[in-house]
């Protein structure tokens, strides 16, 4: 058994069962990186162990792949924090870095999926949602300005909405009547804020040095660098063209979409859908950066192999799309300065947010 980590994921007891089992051998902390084929029921396994990055061979007369689960996560209309294997990340009572919006079952990133953890994720998101709503239904009552879940503060003009619960367990979403949250666009179609988008700053360096972790380092610089070109855009600037020749801000941000779609196709992603010309900057922003946020997720896990069977199209993603996402992002930050609203600078080098942000 070729295992990634350092320990086994699955539960305590058929942990002990596996390794009393004398004829099941266990390599901790490596990786398969390729599969050759002798003859029938004779082949190799290349493994690389991933503490030295030493590889080695594995001679066996078959193989059995299993590369885990991909969380089944909804398009909410917001972007959640998910850790590296895509499932969201909430804190001990469901609630995600989104006010008002709760994870549970399968799709939260915790250490066992079982249907009794998921049910009791419902339970307590459900219990925390309520205590939510009668906090803010209080303040009010009192005279004060309204709180969202979580003790964040609400902005007055901000819609009350309905509240998302992911049913993840069996790969759904249901709406469920809740507390005051707040809305994905603000007044005025204003971009989502520093809890609702990724790449606030640029995401941890991996912690090795691969071919994948270098391309998806690539596609988070994008993601940062279009984050904060885009901050503080409202609805009313995407019509905005310095000359008759040029690409207004909506057509620019449609383009840069496009580009990340064809940079996923490349790495071997599902099809995207187009990008309307027609949709809110926020809805706009909300797809540019979700999509850039799981480009990055699935370069940094791809292994060499895989990367090598995509040969020439990685290449091309390389010194085509990702190249020209740069490009049209400097000219947003072109425009926007030519228009007399430049945004905040961020500490591109450091990718760090603007400085009091």
């Not at 759904?172 to 707040?182: E, N, V």
């Not at 988008?197 to 040095?209: L, Q, R």
Request: aromatic fraction near 6%.
């Amino acid at each position: 058994m070729v295992h990634p980590f350092a320990q086994l994921q699955a539960n305590k007891e058929a942990q002990a069962r596996a390794f009393e089992n004398p004829r099941l051998r266990f390599l901790l902390e490596h990786e398969p990186r390729a599969f050759l084929r002798h003859g029938d029921q004779d082949m190799e396994v290349t493994v690389e162990n991933l503490r030295n990055h030493t590889t080695s061979g594995l001679r066996t007369r078959g193989v059995f792949i299993f590369v885990g689960f991909v969380p089944n996560v909804p398009a909410l209309g917001v972007v959640l924090e998910r850790d590296t294997g895509g499932y969201i990340v909430t804190d001990e009572t469901m609630r995600t870095g989104v006010p008002g919006v709760y994870a549970v079952g399968d799709v939260r990133s915790k250490p066992f999926r079982q249907i009794t953890t998921a049910t009791a994720d419902g339970t307590v998101a459900a219990i925390a949602n309520l205590e939510g709503a009668v906090v803010a239904e209080g303040s009010r009552r009192a005279g004060r300005h309204p709180a969202a879940p979580g003790g964040t503060r609400r902005h007055p003009a901000l819609r009350r909405r309905l509240t998302w619960i992911t049913l993840a367990a069996y790969g759904r979403a249901a709406l469920l009547p809740g507390a005051h949250t707040r809305s994905v666009a603000g007044p005025g179609g204003r971009s989502m804020s520093k809890e609702t988008v990724p790449f606030y700053k640029i995401p941890d360096a991996p912690p090795h040095v691969t071919a994948g972790a270098i391309l998806g380092r690539l596609a988070d610089s994008v993601g940062f660098r279009f984050r904060w070109a885009s901050e503080g855009m409202v609805d009313t600037d995407l019509p905005y063209k310095p000359a008759p020749d040029c690409m207004t801000h909506g057509e620019l941000i449609v383009h840069i979409h496009d580009l990340l779609a064809t940079s996923s196709k490349n790495a071997g992603m599902p099809a995207e859908g187009p990008l309307s010309a027609s949709a809110s900057v926020s809805e706009m922003t909300f797809r540019v950066l979700d999509l850039c946020a799981r480009l990055s997720a699935r370069l940094k896990a791809m292994p060499d192999t895989d990367l090598a069977a995509r040969v020439p199209a990685i290449w091309t993603m390389i010194n085509g799309p990702l190249a020209d996402c740069l490009t049209h992002i400097g000219q947003m930050l072109s425009w926007r300065r030519l228009a007399g609203a430049p945004p905040a600078p961020a500490d591109l080098f450091r990718g760090l947010p603007p400085a009091g942000r």
